[in-house]
């Protein structure tokens, strides 16, 4: 009998057939009631008394929202396609609500870039049970109802008419309510601008949108040369040996937990033991990799950087390459965003160095492993950077070896809110531990090879890391609301006395101005500087070495006046 039952009721399952219309309507209401969470917590949590004008106004968001995702489905529901787009957003959608709810993330253009360029091994690292949940609870489950569901078939006459209907009504809905609430509804979304980056799956849509239609617009673009003015001037040199630089870019390693800045742990035993220079007040381009990493090697400053002019443009290494100087590109980590496309690269996150790697990645430490057979024959100066796999999240766990689990006990699972907080920060922890002795490493490497060359090392982190403060969870928080923890990330350089003095540089005056503000827009400018690089795309104001040289070469500073720049400004 049970069995005939369930025969019956799926046979009157199958024979429900629904206009155009109403399943637009009705995949409206299911995606702003069931996927929108993190979006009503967020509206509930804000700051209001309660009064029966507040009642009225959130139950109007809430038709105001129905209204609006409605448009969506009806814009996007074409004859033959409507079922297959609606399960391709639903499945979506169960996804970004994930990712909302369990890590307080929001999603805007350049959240989803982040998504079309991470890895396959970064994607792996995101996989979870928790995710599955979501997506078999709000994604395979309603695919399938959807998938069942029959589309009654209409004239296209009778068609068109209903879905003009449709949309006249949904546009009085928000008329209605914007002529009601709108003075209420532009000062709720002019004081939270992060509300609209919640709204799934409007989010996600106009976000990819966004995205999709500039990256089409750029796809098979030729950077246009820069600094085609550049001219290398010679400084007197106190030897005849060639300057080795590295820069070592770290990954997701927030200011914050640097001993080096303050913080209560010991997170840098050998750093502190060494020389260096700490800008200790050091802001980011970005709050991911894929802003973060090429913007910090471009003429751009943050304020006037966009995806769109990282493909346009040649930069920092590609000046370099040009006066003559030797410039390498070692990664273990998912790729350098276009920063090193024109220069020598090699990729070792997929190496087979028993000691150092295991079956899913590489520790940071393989970035010098046969580094030594490149510089061996070097006659020129020689600029490389290391780019990490850092502090990446949020398997914090395997970012380093076991020996340098000195804060315990740490959260073993990229489940990040599964854990307590305290869990979370001493894995974290663990990695900068971890980034301090590799980064010790590197200048060992370079005090090895003083005898052949002038030596010095630089490092800064492409973004910070929220573990768990305000319910934050790893990175790309959009730029206006995202935390310090996400924006402020170290920044030191260590130099060879030989370097030092080679290059002119006062390393006490750098010591007297290391808690000045900077940030990565310095940093093009700035290596320009310490190279004695001449041109036009030189910006003195930006080098944070200028008004600590002494017997500055001709450098152009043509700029240093007439540009609003963003971070240090030094005079001589």
């Given at each position: ?11 009157s ?25 993190s ?36 814009l ?9 787009i ?8 169960a996804?970004?609500s ?8 929001f ?7 982040n ?15 928790d ?15 959807i ?27 928000i008329?209605?309510?914007?002529l ?15 509300l609209r ?22 796809e098979?673009?030729?950077p246009?040369?820069?600094a ?10 106190t030897?005849?040996k060639p ?34 220079v ?18 910090m ?12 002019k ?14 003559g ?21 090699e990729?070792?996150?997929k ?30 100066d020689?600029?490389?950077?290391l ?9 914090y ?7 340098f ?35 010790n ?18 490092y ?35 130099f ?47 080098d944070?070495f ?11 500073a043509?700029k240093s ?7 240090l400004?030094?005079?001589?």
């Amino acid at each position: 009998m049970m069995k005939n039952l369930l025969v019956t009721n799926y046979q009157s399952f199958k024979s429900i057939q629904l206009s155009a219309v109403t399943f637009s309507l009705l995949c409206a209401l299911t995606l702003v009631l069931f996927y929108n969470a993190s979006l009503w917590r967020s509206i509930v949590a804000l700051p209001y008394q309660f009064s029966l004008w507040n009642l009225g106004l959130f139950i109007s968001l809430f038709f105001f929202l129905v209204a609006l995702v409605n448009i969506l489905m009806l814009l996007l529901s074409i004859p033959y396609l409507q079922k297959t787009i609606a399960i391709a957003i639903v499945m979506t959608a169960a996804s970004s609500s994930y990712f909302m709810d369990s890590y307080g993330i929001f999603i805007d253009k350049n959240m989803i870039q982040n998504t079309f360029e991470t890895d396959i091994s970064e994607a792996t690292e995101l996989l979870s049970l928790d995710l599955l949940l979501y997506v078999a609870i709000l994604g395979i489950f309603p695919a399938i109802v959807i998938w069942r569901l029959q589309l009654k078939s209409q004239t296209l006459v009778k068609a068109l008419l209903s879905r003009m209907v449709a949309f006249i009504v949904s546009f009085a809905v928000i008329g209605i309510i914007a002529l009601m609430y709108y003075q209420d509804y532009a000062s709720l979304f002019r004081n939270n601008r992060e509300l609209r980056h919640l709204v799934n799956p409007i989010n996600f849509i106009s976000a990819t949108q966004s995205f999709t239609s500039k990256l089409l617009k750029l796809e098979n673009i030729t950077p246009q040369k820069i600094a085609q003015d550049a001219i290398r001037y010679p400084v007197k040199a106190t030897n005849l040996k060639p300057n080795l630089s590295i820069l070592v870019v770290g990954e997701t390693a927030r200011a914050a937990n640097f001993s080096l800045n303050g913080y209560g742990r010991n997170t840098n035993p050998m750093l502190s033991q060494r020389s260096i220079v700490n800008f200790s007040q050091t802001s980011a381009c970005g709050t991911a990799t894929a802003t973060s990493l090429p913007c910090m090697f471009s003429k751009f400053g943050r304020d006037d950087y966009s995806h769109a002019k990282s493909k346009q443009y040649e930069g920092l290494l590609d000046v370099l390459s040009q006066v003559g100087i030797s410039v390498l590109w070692r990664d273990n980590n998912s790729g350098c965003k276009g920063a090193c496309n024109r220069v020598p690269t090699e990729l070792l996150s997929k190496n087979t160095h028993s000691s150092l790697c295991n079956s899913k990645e590489c520790f940071d430490e393989i970035l010098l492993v046969k580094l030594a057979d490149f510089i061996s024959n070097l006659e020129q100066d020689a600029f490389i950077v290391l780019h990490q796999k850092g502090s990446h999240g949020p398997a914090y766990y395997q970012r380093y070896p076991q020996a340098f689990e000195k804060f315990s006990p740490i959260c073993k699972t990229n489940q990040l809110q599964n854990c307590n907080q305290q869990e979370i920060v001493n894995a974290y922890d663990n990695t900068i531990l971890y980034t301090d002795h590799f980064l010790n490493k590197v200048i060992e490497f370079l005090e090895q090879h003083s005898q052949q060359y002038n030596t010095a090392m630089m490092y800064i982190s492409d973004h910070g890391e929220s573990l768990g403060e305000n319910g934050l969870y790893l990175h790309g928080a959009p730029y206006f609301l995202a935390p310090d923890e996400q924006t402020q990330v170290p920044f030191f350089l260590w130099f060879s006395k030989e370097y030092s003095q080679n290059n002119s540089v006062d390393m006490n005056c750098l010591l007297n101005k290391k808690d000045q503000a900077v940030s990565q827009d310095n940093l093009f400018h700035s290596i320009l500087g310490l190279h004695n690089i001449s041109t036009n795309e030189y910006n003195k104001g930006l080098d944070i070495f200028s008004s600590c040289r002494t017997n500055e070469p001709r450098l152009l500073a043509s700029k240093s006046n007439n540009n609003k720049v963003k971070g240090l400004k030094w005079t001589n």
